[in-house]
């Protein structure tokens, strides 16, 4: 089995020898499959086919509570699906293929809220508050806004270009068994199911890539996601009044604030020992950040 998987790049006498001075192609030996192409004296021809076409379908939802008895809420769903015809499995292929897009999201939820404290004056409490007591526990909210979106498909090697060929990086072995893993089984030490991909050299995983051969495996899979975004964001605020129209608002932000991870794609290189696993030392998102600000309303 070795020998087959690499026969192709075997050594063999070069009938070009001394023909192609100032080459790669001009020494004694050449590599079998440069014999094999349509014009073996000549390497890789690099070419620009701007081609493709996409499609993107959504249902989306608003709902929106305006600013009334101290509180505002929105509420924004989008439901959608997106594939692509823009990419080549292979740099011979006659049409590029179609797949579920890298850009495709199916859920993305957003809910933002703004509440103000029903304390000080012309509130439900201490309405008639001033001095000390307004200073202290008037004009006070607290806003908040919910995200959340679902993870991004994986790509499993890079699109084909011309020269590419054959296809490199995360070329693999797929026996059909599911990849997906169900959330209660993932996690980063297995981020899905690397069984799915064999090595039809060791019959083991993760141990041989395929060379000189068609990818008939699909870069993107619809199941097969990154992390997804779940993330709060809050704000605390307090308004002073400073007579007249003018307001002094003191501001304190907290940006991811419940310090949420968003990891990043997992190691899709079937050669790779950390196959599946998410590997890389920093999270995709910022970790919780804490602002201060002040702005004064006139």
Do not use: C
């Not at 998987?5 to 063999?12: A, P, Q």
């Not at 499959?33 to 690099?46: A, G, H, K």
């Not at 797949?99 to 509130?123: A, C, M, W």
């Not at 409490?125 to 001033?130: G, R, T, Y």
């Amino acid at each position: 089995m070795n020998a087959n998987n690499s026969f192709l790049t075997g050594s063999v006498p070069n009938p070009f020898a001394g023909l192609l001075p100032g080459s790669n192609l001009n020494s004694a030996t050449i590599a079998r499959s440069q014999l094999l192409r349509p014009y073996p004296e000549f390497q890789d021809i690099t070419t620009t086919n701007n081609d493709g076409k996409s499609w993107y379908h959504s249902g989306q939802l608003m709902v929106q509570k305006r600013f009334r008895q101290g509180y505002t809420l929105g509420l924004a769903y989008t439901y959608s699906h997106w594939t692509q015809a823009t990419e080549y499995l292979n740099a011979g292929d006659a049409t590029p293929t179609k797949t579920i897009s890298d850009l495709d999201v199916p859920h993305r939820l957003s809910v933002s809220g703004i509440f103000e404290l029903p304390f000080g004056k012309g509130r439900r409490f201490l309405s008639n508050a001033s001095g000390i007591t307004e200073a202290l526990l008037g004009g006070w909210q607290v806003e908040g806004v919910y995200t959340y979106q679902s993870g991004f498909p994986i790509p499993f090697g890079a699109p084909a270009t011309a020269t590419s060929f054959p296809p490199t990086n995360s070329d693999v072995f797929y026996n059909g068994d599911p990849i997906a893993l169900p959330s209660d089984q993932r996690n980063t030490t297995r981020w899905f199911n690397t069984d799915a991909f064999t090595s039809i050299l060791t019959d083991s995983s993760t141990n041989s890539t395929p060379v000189n051969h068609l990818r008939t495996f699909p870069r993107l899979l619809s199941d097969v996601r990154r992390d997804s975004i779940n993330n709060i964001d809050l704000a605390l605020l307090k308004n002073v009044s400073l007579g007249g129209d003018m307001q002094l608002q003191l501001r304190a932000e907290f940006v991811n604030g419940f310090n949420s991870p968003y990891f990043p794609n997992p190691v899709v290189s079937a050669t790779n020992t950390t196959f599946g696993q998410v590997t890389a030392s920093n999270q995709a998102n910022y970790a919780r950040r804490a602002q201060l600000g002040v702005k004064l309303i006139f």
